[in-house]
C-alpha cells in the first residue's frame, strides 16, 4: 500500500496538481487546478472544490 504524503496548507507555498493539503478549516483536499495569478483548485473530501491562494509573497 502507497503512502500518501499529506502537507499543510499555507499561502506562501506553490503546490502542483495531485497533491493532497490539509486545510485548517476544509479540511483534507486534492489540488487539481493551477489557476493564473496565484491561485489553486483544491477538491475537499467534504466540500468539494475551492479556490485558494498559493505561492502568496508579502
Known sequence: MEQIEIR???MDQKYQI???IEHPF???GQ???NLKK???EVNFD???V???VA???T
Do not use: C, P, Q
Open 26 to 28: 476544509f479540511g483534507r
Open 8 to 10: 499543510e496548507y499555507s
Open 46 to 48: 467534504k466540500i468539494g
Open 18 to 20: 495531485g497533491e493532497v
Open 50 to 52: 475551492r479556490t485558494l
Open 31 to 33: 489540488v487539481v487546478a
Open 38 to 40: 496565484g491561485k489553486i
Open 55 to 57: 505561492n502568496y509573497r
